[in-house]
């Protein structure tokens, strides 16, 4: 996130208020606070710039007053919303078809809503895409949609698609799906791909791919995962080196150290050690 706020800063200095909105938001979405705070102080300078006609001011703006801001924000967020919409900007028609499915500051108009997804879609907006994915009664569209978000680098679609796909048992294209969103920092595909590499879902077992997943969860924050990556390794399912090889996939050879450390207080890794 330190470089989105770096982005952010110099597209400040340059004066470019749209690109430092966009760079504060993107550090915020990773979950820096410093990012939601610049995002709302940004604010002050893309009033002007929205009231002046710049439909991409009026979108950022309105996404702005809708995740960092309060309530009382909503009928402000909703004319800049509309007006994007109204001015044909992708980002701008999603954002307000998202109010509308929601019914943020705007009465629910689900049909509405899709056609302004459908709309944003089709002029390359991935995040319409993935919400129109969820709206369209076709499955295979709704599929097709959520493999276009993903490609688009929307790490959630992946997740999503993975979950059809596998209730559909195409389990080798899941897995393929939950591995490309766990690459992109989704903690639940992350967690998925661990455990079908585990137990042999869509593949043949996998131990050290999913000591890695999980020792990716840990990096994001999820105890959850080194405790599932002790008790595999304690199964004798592994070498050190193979370890310490999960370690390296997952960037970070410290946690693979600790984790043989911890588990071999309990039982030897395959006879590397008594």
Same mark, same amino acid.
């Given at each position: ?18 690109? &430092? ?35 991409? /001011? ?32 992708? /980002? ?20 509405? &809503?899709?056609?302004?997804? =459908?709309?944003? &879609? ?10 129109? #994915? ?9 599929? =097709?949609?959520?493999? &276009?978000?993903? $490609? ?9 698609? #993975? ?16 591995? =490309? ?12 791909? /661990? ?8 593949? #043949? ?6 000591? =890695? ?13 080194? $405790? ?47």
């Amino acid at each position: 996130m330190k470089r989105e706020l770096d982005e952010g800063r110099t597209a400040a200095g340059a004066g470019d208020w749209v690109a &430092a909105g966009h760079a504060f938001v993107r550090a915020a979405m990773e979950g820096s606070a410093e990012g939601a705070e610049l995002a709302a102080g940004v604010t002050v300078e893309l009033v002007p710039m929205a009231d002046g006609g710049s439909a991409e /001011a009026a979108a950022l703006l309105a996404g702005i007053y809708l995740e960092y801001f309060d309530e009382s924000a909503l009928p402000v967020a909703v004319r800049y919303a509309r007006a994007a919409a109204e001015a044909g900007l992708p /980002a701008g028609q999603r954002t307000y078809g998202h109010m509308l499915v929601a019914g943020l500051g705007v009465e629910e108009d689900r049909a509405r &809503a899709v056609e302004l997804f =459908r709309a944003a &879609a089709g002029g390359g907006d991935a995040y319409g895409m993935f919400n129109l #994915a969820h709206l369209v009664d076709d499955p295979d569209e709704s599929l =097709r949609l959520l493999e &276009a978000a993903a $490609h688009e680098g929307i790490a959630a679609a992946g997740a999503v698609l #993975a979950d059809r796909l596998s209730a559909l048992d195409r389990d080798e294209e899941a897995l393929g799906w939950y591995v =490309r969103a766990a690459e992109r920092g989704h903690t639940g595909a992350m967690n998925a791909a /661990a455990c079908w590499y585990r137990d042999g879902f869509g593949t #043949a077992p996998d131990p050290v791919r999913a000591v =890695r997943w999980f020792l990716a969860l840990l990096a994001h924050g999820d105890g959850d995962g080194v $405790h599932e990556a002790i008790r595999l390794v304690r199964t004798g399912a592994l070498t050190e080196e193979q370890i310490r090889e999960a370690g390296r996939l997952a960037g970070d050879p410290g946690a693979a150290e600790a984790l043989i450390g911890t588990a071999l207080n309990g039982t030897a890794l395959n006879g590397d050690r008594a």
